[in-house]
């Protein structure tokens, strides 16, 4: 038994590690931005990572969707270094919430895709406009089962 939870332990901290790197090797993109994140931001947005999946009640496999906001957001108008790290954390909450409000009916490319495409329209960066008014009136009509917006209720 013993050996098994060190086993466990051992293949968490590789994981831990090729996450790590991941969301650092997105610097070599996002600098030319003007953005960088430090080891200990990379290491703070995981820990966020994993907090917000238990109180989500999600599991993820694979690497998470970190690397994939980050090189989604980085060339707005609205993210600048003495904001990036805040803002790609909630960014990473407001993903996973949603995903949660919109039954999983979208994929996580079609729901990134729909909140920049907020984040820098309608809601003009602001990261409360897009999680409690654009984000909830959206989840709201895919619930209703519209087919005005992305995914399987896009319109044809």
């Known amino acids: ?42 290491r703070e947005l995981l820990s966020r990572r994993r907090e917000c999946l238990m109180q989500q009640q999600r599991v993820e496999f694979g690497g998470g969707v970190l690397d994939k906001l980050i090189f989604a957001f980085c060339d707005s108008d609205f993210i600048d270094q003495d904001n990036y790290a805040e803002t790609i954390a909630r960014l990473q909450d407001i993903f996973y919430l949603y995903k949660n409000e919109s039954m999983d009916e979208l994929t996580d490319d079609e729901l990134i895709e729909r909140m920049r495409e907020a984040f820098d329209g309608e809601c003009q960066g602001s990261l409360v406009y897009l999680e409690e008014t654009y984000l909830d009136r959206f989840a709201r009509e895919i619930r209703r089962g519209t087919r005005k917006f992305v995914g399987r209720y896009q319109d044809e």
């Open 1 to 42: 038994m013993e050996e098994d939870k060190m086993l466990h332990d051992l293949m968490e901290m590789g994981s831990q590690k090729d996450e790590l790197q991941v969301i650092t090797n997105t610097n070599s993109y996002t600098q030319q931005f003007g953005l960088k994140l430090t080891d200990a931001d990379a």
